[in-house]
């Protein structure tokens, strides 16, 4: 047992976990009875909640009879389910059996502990917790949280659905149950509470704890109340009035249950900021190979070359004596920025920071990197803002160039680009003594109009459009 978990309580039994639990009392087992391909509310919300998942990987942490990993699979991802208790990996594989051979071939199902997974950094795109996170103790939910960081993809997602709202049981059912009895003359039950919740639920929730726990994680987290209709059959106006109450912010105390969408939160040094941003700008899947120009200090190499699948080099402008050789899992060349010497439609992604400030010709380099993306490939640009009036940090070589978002986007543009995002980072605030430490206060700043625009740092991500929308002007 590792030190820290001394005179901890002890994690609840995973035999507790029985096939009776999973098929008589856990939600949504009626329909996993009778074979039907219809998803329970909570899973069908978890799963919208995540996006587009074609192509991408997820973890579904806690599978129980395996739904939801069988259905990201449908929609076309990669899958991996795993639980600690046998009967739930039993009762899982079983599910996927019934499915066809392409869905059977992208997902797995394995025992293993949420507190130690067993996956490199950066493997999964999205992560559910999909009523797990009350049967967990909180030293049980920290270290799972700090492992679901670990392997998340830059820009990755986490989804947590747990219940019941301690609020709800706490304050609002006490309301409904006395309103329930004094108008309607209708007694409700004095107990929602299942056989199984006593001994299971180490960890109940409400919605600041749960926001607070995910904050406290390293997550920038939303936290919204859910009601499903299950076991119910309300008519019109008890649905109506059930709306309103579910609706926020009194959803907070009349909700059952609650889900949250979870991000891992940015911080730290400037440099930190700076390669974080254009590693969630990338947002590169598995398989893809990427172009770094220029890239000064390396952090952004090492932090690409950690994520599975995913080939990086590394183009440094010079001699070719004058580059260190490759190392930790990327291949470093040397070149002409504006001429690399790669084939056309080498890379799905070119990645360049400061590097259009210096060079001669920023319309020739982008052309080059137009050339050697694949049709839809990504550029993400990382330029000093010419907008920006603030204090340096520490004294810096003044660029050839710095550029305004919207003239940064009308060259990128020109050179047959579709530009999808710009944003600025590290805000114009004449306050030098706060560009200290972790900057991460920053990140809240974004959104007001004024400060959006005057970052010290420019960003752009744009995707190359196909040869017959338009290719670079000459």
């Not at 901890?8 to 009626?30: H, I, M, N, Q, W």
């Not at 609020?167 to 509470?193: C, I, K, Q, T």
Request: aromatic share 8%; hydrophobic share 40%; charged share 25%.
């Amino acid at each position: 047992m590792p030190s820290d978990e001394i005179d901890k309580p002890a994690p609840v039994s995973p035999e507790l976990y029985t096939r009776e639990y999973f098929t008589t009392d856990c939600e949504g087992y009626g329909l996993f009875l009778e074979g039907a391909e219809a998803l329970p509310e909570r899973i069908e919300e978890a799963l919208s909640a995540a996006g587009d998942l074609n192509g991408r990987w997820v973890l579904d942490i806690g599978c129980g009879r395996g739904e939801l990993a069988c259905e990201a699979a449908r929609r076309g991802a990669g899958a991996v389910g795993i639980d600690y208790a046998q009967a739930a990996i039993e009762l899982s594989r079983e599910r996927l059996a019934h499915m066809g051979e392409s869905i059977r071939e992208r997902v797995e199902f394995r025992i293993a502990n949420a507190k130690g997974l067993a996956f490199p950094d950066g493997s999964f795109d999205v992560v559910f917790l999909v009523d797990v996170y009350e049967h967990l103790h909180p030293y049980e939910i920290e270290h799972t949280l700090a492992e679901v960081k670990r392997v998340l993809r830059p820009g990755g997602r986490l989804i947590v659905h747990t219940g019941p709202n301690t609020w709800f049981y706490r304050y609002g059912y006490p309301l409904v149950r006395e309103a329930a009895r004094r108008l309607l003359r209708r007694e409700f039950p004095e107990d929602l509470r299942g056989q199984y919740d006593d001994i299971m639920h180490v960890n109940e929730q409400n919605p600041l704890s749960l926001y607070r726990g995910l904050t406290a994680a390293g997550f920038d987290a939303a936290v919204r109340p859910r009601s499903f209709f299950v076991g119910i059959h309300p008519d019109r106006w008890e649905k109506a009035v059930m709306g309103l109450l579910f609706a926020r912010p009194l959803g907070y105390l009349f909700c059952t249950s609650l889900m949250a969408v979870a991000v891992p939160r940015e911080g730290g040094s400037e440099a930190r900021l700076r390669v974080g941003r254009m590693l969630r700008m990338l947002d590169l899947p598995r398989g893809s190979s990427v172009l770094l120009v220029g890239e000064g200090e390396g952090m952004l190499a090492r932090r690409l070359s950690a994520l599975v699948g995913v080939d990086v080099t590394w183009l440094e402008t010079g001699p070719s004596g004058a580059v260190p050789p490759s190392a930790e899992g990327y291949a470093r060349v040397a070149g002409d920025p504006s001429s690399p010497p790669f084939p056309d439609g080498s890379f799905d992604a070119v990645a360049a920071q400061f590097t259009l400030d210096g060079v001669e010709d920023p319309a020739a380099a982008l052309r080059a990197w137009h050339r050697m993306l694949r049709d839809g490939g990504a550029l993400v640009l990382a330029s000093r803002n010419a907008l920006y009036g603030g204090a340096e940090q520490r004294p810096s070589p003044r660029p050839r160039r710095t550029f305004i978002p919207d003239t940064l986007a009308d060259l990128v543009t020109a050179c047959g680009f579709r530009v999808c995002e710009t944003s600025t980072l590290i805000p114009d605030l004449k306050l030098p003594a706060l560009y200290r430490g972790d900057l991460g206060f920053a990140l809240s700043l974004e959104r007001i109009p004024y400060i959006s625009s005057r970052g010290k740092l420019l960003f752009l991500r744009a995707e190359k459009r196909p040869a017959a929308g338009g290719g670079p002007r000459p």
